[in-house]
């Protein structure tokens, strides 16, 4: 009976000293809970297909936002890779730059005339970056905005320019010919640009860099109607003090691949004309 009793003060001890120690087992099935991802200085991002490259202790600048998780080893699921080993993340990858460059200057700059508000507030929502959502959220007389789009815009010059030829009448109008652009160019400062022309105004070639006062020699305009641009101008208080052109190429004909017209290329030329705003 003594011996009984003795195993049972045993056993007692035993479970009652365990009682504040978690076992091996309950530890590994705690730490399981943890992704440990280890992350390179220098990352490789793919953001919806557009690819990015930064320090990981930007990605880490703001921890409480989900990037700072991701990229700090507290999230819960571990940051997936493509096919190159590049971090995945299934977002936007063209808003993702504004969403970088708020980390690395710790302040939101957007470009002139921004267009896409509402859905960088939907990602800045996203990533959990409050105060980028707070600016976004501002009305727009309040938001902050980089000092150099106070420069004044009210002088300034624009050159427009074309290639153009002339299209030739069918067979019984050979006489009749029709001025043929085919783009019209508009070189200046880019908010200068966008304050004559507007909608008419295609930026696809020159994507904003996010400089606020620069100037670009890759504008042009939906249209090929170069009175209309020349009106626009003029509505703008703008002056044509200045043309310059070249001559056609006459009677010089050059071999052409077959299919092309010979006739148009030798009318080719090119104008420029400079507007003033003073």
């Not at 267009?115 to 959220?137: G, I, N, V």
Request: charged share 25%; net charge neutral.
């Amino acid at each position: 009976m003594a011996t009984n009793g003795a195993a049972t003060n045993s056993s007692s001890s035993s479970a009652s000293s365990n009682s504040g120690q978690a076992l091996p087992e309950q530890q590994a099935g705690q730490n399981m809970n943890a992704i440990v991802q280890v992350f390179p200085p220098i990352v490789e991002l793919n953001v919806g297909g557009v690819f990015y490259t930064t320090a990981l202790t930007t990605l880490q600048r703001v921890t409480e936002s989900l990037l700072g998780q991701m990229f700090s080893g507290k999230s819960k699921t571990p940051v997936l890779r493509d096919s190159k080993g590049k971090f995945f993340i299934d977002r936007d990858g063209v808003l993702f730059r504004y969403i970088l460059d708020f980390l690395r200057n710790q302040k939101l700059v957007l470009p002139e005339n921004f267009s896409e508000r509402e859905r960088l507030k939907k990602e800045a929502d996203f990533f959990q970056l409050q105060e980028m959502l707070d600016s976004l959220t501002l009305p727009k007389s309040l938001s902050p905005v980089d000092p150099a789009y106070s420069v004044r815009t009210s002088v300034g010059t624009i050159t427009v320019s074309y290639r153009g030829t002339f299209a030739f009448g069918r067979d019984g109008l050979a006489d009749v010919k029709f001025r043929k652009l085919s783009r019209i160019l508009v070189c200046g400062r880019v908010t200068l640009c966008r304050e004559v022309f507007g909608e008419t105004l295609n930026e696809s070639r020159d994507p904003d860099r996010g400089a606020t006062d620069r100037y670009t020699a890759r504008f042009f305009l939906k249209h090929t109607f170069l009175e209309q641009a020349f009106d626009m101008l003029v509505l703008a208080g703008y002056k044509c003090c200045g043309s310059c052109g070249t001559s056609t190429a006459g009677g010089i004909m050059v071999d052409k691949k077959p299919g092309m017209d010979n006739e148009e290329d030798r009318w080719n030329h090119y104008n420029e004309f400079v507007w003033v705003r003073e």
